[in-house]
């Protein structure tokens, strides 16, 4: 059964950075033939995404309340894809999660929710002073 697992929430001040890691098991074909999706949800709103990757490391999107302090990397050897936040804002509070998504051309990614098939269960991210 496919599993994905994030780690590196926490509790962080404003301005302050962390770094989000995602690995994956159970893939038909590993982590590495996916693109990688990061949404977050907020209490009381709906799951947006905010970041992906492409299966190919190539190419990365951003929404726009993240542009310029968010980025997104993988590492093919550790089959783990991570998600590098600063300057972060209390905003910025939520379950952040990672999931798996199929796209035939490996130099695309997208940030809608219906794309992606296999979800991790989230971590959670506070930004408080």
């Known amino acids: 059964q496919a599993q994905l697992v994030e780690s590196g929430g926490g509790l962080v001040q404003p301005g302050g950075s962390l770094r989000l890691s995602c690995t994956g098991s159970?893939?038909?074909?590993?982590?590495?033939?996916?693109?990688i999706g990061w949404f977050r949800q907020a209490p009381g709103k709906e799951r947006e995404g905010i970041s992906c990757i492409s299966s190919s490391g190539a190419m990365t999107e951003f929404a726009d309340s993240v542009k310029g302090r968010f980025t997104a990397s993988r590492d093919s050897a550790a089959n783990t894809v991570f998600l590098h936040m600063a300057s972060l804002q209390p905003e910025d509070t939520a379950v952040y999660y990672c999931?798996?998504?199929?796209?035939?051309?490996?130099?695309?990614?997208?940030?809608?929710?219906?794309?992606?098939?296999?979800w991790g269960q989230g971590t959670q991210v506070t930004v408080s002073s």
């Open positions: 159970g893939l038909e074909y590993g982590l590495n033939y996916y693109a």
């Open positions: 999931a798996s998504g199929y796209y035939t051309d490996s130099q695309r990614c997208g940030l809608v929710v219906a794309e992606y098939d296999n």
